[in-house]
């Protein structure tokens, strides 16, 4: 089973999506299933994890309900407020939707401090209680208080979303490898290969200046803790769908078989526990 393991939907308005700027005026328009699975079936992906762009409960009751009307729609990671000591009761409510399979919180707009919040990580110790996973939404400068919160969390199964978002357009590798590698010795971490057109120049990137990032992740996590994801529509401002499926598809075209069916959806699959159809 073929999965995006990172996309998103969402009904625009300026309001709720400032952080589309005008660099990326292009995805300034409503984004729905319907336009997501025209993208999936001229790719040959069987289903997608949709992951939040908003910091609401609301949104995450939205893209649950998108799913339970959308079969290609496996999983949902959802936000809630880990901060609150109530958070488990909610979690509760929540977890009784099948496909909500993981919660997020954008981390790479906060404080590196943050991560030591000792309500937050009440909050991802409540997370194994009812079998979520974690997506971890960081930058680079802070993946070194991002090692120290993971090591608090050894059992709670993370998901690093684009690698951290490495410093692609200045074309700077250290510390991201040696922090990456690092992160990468925590069994329970495993990584997106999404978002990274996005972190180049959104005009000129050419695979061959992401293909090292690419290759610290294959070396550092290897192919059954790699998980294909476009991080569409965010990554057509700088590529479309079908070209960086394309990207990955041949980067990873020298493993073997199996090897490859991990990177392409066994990796998603087994990590959040994704439902094979409605359920």
Known sequence: MKIDAHHHFWKYSKVEYGWINDAMSTIRRDFLPADLEREIRATGIDGVV?????????ETRWLLALASGASFIRG????????????????????GQPRLRGVRHVLQGEPSSYLARTD?????????????????LVLEHQLPETLAFVDRHPNQPMILDHLAKPLIREGVLEPWTRNIRELARRPQVTCKLSGMVTEADYRYWK????????????????????MFG????VCLVAAGYSRWHDTVARWIAPLSHSEREEILGGTATRVYGLLPDRG
Do not use: H
């Not at 949709?50 to 609301?58: G, H, I, K, L, M």
């Not at 000591?85 to 509760?92: D, F, I, N, T």
């Not at 476009?230 to 529509?233: E, G, K, L, R, S």
């Open 50 to 58: 949709s992951v939040q762009a908003r910091q609401t409960v609301e």
């Open 76 to 95: 949902v990671v959802g936000w809630v407020p880990l901060v609150d000591p109530k958070v488990g009761e909610l979690l509760g409510e929540l977890s």
């Open 120 to 136: 937050f990580n009440e909050g991802i110790r409540r997370l194994g209680e009812f079998g979520l996973c974690y997506d971890l």
């Open 207 to 226: 695979p061959e200046q992401l293909r090292p990032y690419f290759d610290v992740a294959l070396e550092a996590f290897g192919p059954r803790r790699l």
């Open 230 to 233: 476009t991080d569409w529509p």
